[in-house]
T-cell receptor, first 113, second 114 residues
Framework: NAGVTQTPKFQVLKTGQSMTLQCAQDMNHEYMSWYRQDPGMGLRLIHY???????DQGEVPNGYNVSRSTTEDFPLRLLSAAPSQTSVYFC????????????FGNGTRLTVT | AQKVTQAQTEISVVEKEDVTLDCVYETRDTTYYLFWYKQPPSGELVFLIRRNSFDEQNEISGRYSWNFQKSTSSFNFTITASQVVDSAVYFC???????????FGKGTMLLVSP
């Protein structure tokens, strides 16, 4: 099992550029989510999905879009990158409504200059 | 609204010392779940434990133990006889019943020196 796979591992963008962070899981998990980790801030929820076709906002959704067309994939889109979006991004998944532990990807380190 | 507080930003100990990481939470729910995750220097997030609000029994797993006290809204984590490999950032987190969304504390960085 690959678990939760995030690509790329590192990315540098210029202000105003767009990009998509990819996340895929092979565990047939219904629930998927994106968090960002900033120094001294812990992990904060950006967006989440409880199943294909269903997404919702988390604590810090501004500047990010998501979609969930399949159970396996949950991409995170930055439409116009800003330096404030410099962070480490983690994708996570779990079975869903049973409060099962989240399985995390290895993260994407994004720098916006 | 849910909140998790890890008041200790950084703890430094010498190998073989015992260390306790504090976690205090706030929630209006009667049913909830508490978690601890470890983030070693390599950066990945590793699940350590899940505890539901109806299970106040302390848990021990090797050198790790957890103390859950609803009366003080705390879920503390103790490492006995710490080792250098325990050096990491440790996160406490909270979720409501039926939801996988976690609210994380800001983390405690544990540095264990030889």
């Amino acid at each position: 099992n690959a678990g939760v796979t995030q690509t790329p591992k590192f990315q540098v963008l210029k202000t105003g550029q767009s990009m998509t962070l990819q996340c895929a899981q092979d565990m047939n998990h219904e629930y998927m989510s994106w968090y960002r980790q900033d120094p001294g801030m812990g992990l904060r929820l950006i967006h989440y999905s409880v199943g294909a076709g269903i997404t919702d906002q988390g604590e810090v959704p501004n500047g990010y879009n998501v979609s969930r067309s399949t159970t396996e994939d949950f991409p995170l889109r930055l439409l116009s990158a800003a330096p404030s979006q410099t962070s480490v991004y983690f994708c996570a998944s779990s079975y869903g409504t049973d409060n099962s532990p989240l399985h995390f990807g290895n993260g994407t380190r994004l720098t916006v200059t | 609204a849910q909140k998790v507080t890890q008041a200790q930003t950084e703890i430094s100990v010498v190998e073989k010392e015992d260390v306790t990481l504090d976690c205090v939470y706030e929630t209006r729910d009667t049913t909830y779940y508490l978690f601890w995750y470890k983030q070693p220097p390599s950066g990945e997030l590793v699940f350590l434990i899940r505890r539901n609000s109806f299970d106040e029994q302390n848990e021990i797993s090797g050198r790790y133990s957890w103390n859950f006290q609803k009366s003080t809204s705390s879920f503390n984590f103790t490492i006995t006889a710490s080792q250098v490999v325990d050096s990491a950032v440790y996160f406490c987190a909270l979720s409501e019943e039926g939801y996988s969304t976690l609210t994380f504390g800001k983390g405690t960085m544990l540095l264990v020196s030889p």
